[in-house]
């Protein structure tokens, strides 16, 4: 089954990053596709890169990178949301004089035209942090 | 931004329910969830929006939520028509809950029961909260 995900809440204070996370695992696992991974809302804050969890602690931002990098996962940051938020893509931020290494590796900003892409091309689109 | 280069050429038309069920006010969330269903239009997908709960107050006439330096959403929602997007339904008890009357609301909206709203949305392929 083509399934294609979408994260609205930020990681850390809700539990939408995490149960999305294993919830990718298990269906990669069982073979199935997930087309995309899609953050709004507040969830682009899991593509910051400069995140530091604590040492003994799971970091989400690298965790999410490395689904990209491991499994191929698309991974993208709605560009109006994160740029509400102050996270910027590279070209922006070198326009407006921002923060040009905002978002981690892995990630890729776009439009909401792809959120609905994805919802249109899979089988199932699943919302976590409603 | 990529957008013309991942697009199928011929896309699925889905019916995607949108459910309002709290202000669009007080967070930005309403707000770019309002963006998901304009987006959802312009690909000429088979749009719903279902006003319930503290959603319906959404729909009551004279906002001024400039007062508190808000958004005006009332704009964007008298846009829905120009989207094509004509099948906004509010639930006839979330409106008796708030006292709110068919001519208090500021859109054009057909005011439909609960359980007949229950079986609209089984012909639903996904449904979006926020």
Redesign the interface.
Known sequence: MKISIQI?ASPYQHQAADTAWHFIQAALEAGHEVYRVFF??DGIFNACRDSRPPGDERDIVKRWSALQSEKGVDLVVC???AQ?RGLLEKSVAKKVGGYIHAVADGFR?????????S???SDR?L?FG? | ???IG???LV??V?T?FFIINKGLQGN??GQ?FL??IL??A??D?KVVVLFEGDGVNALLKNQQPECLNLKNMMPVLDTLPVYDINDVIVEKESMEVYGLTENELAIKAAVVSRSDIKKRLRSAD?L???
């Open positions: 609205n709004y809302h560009v109006s949301s509400r900003i776009a439009g909401l035209g792809l959120l609905m892409e919802v249109i091309e689109h919302t409603a | 931004m990529n957008l991942t697009l199928p896309l699925d889905k995607l930005v969330c770019e963006d998901i987006m959802a312009a690909f997908q996904h979006f909260g926020f």
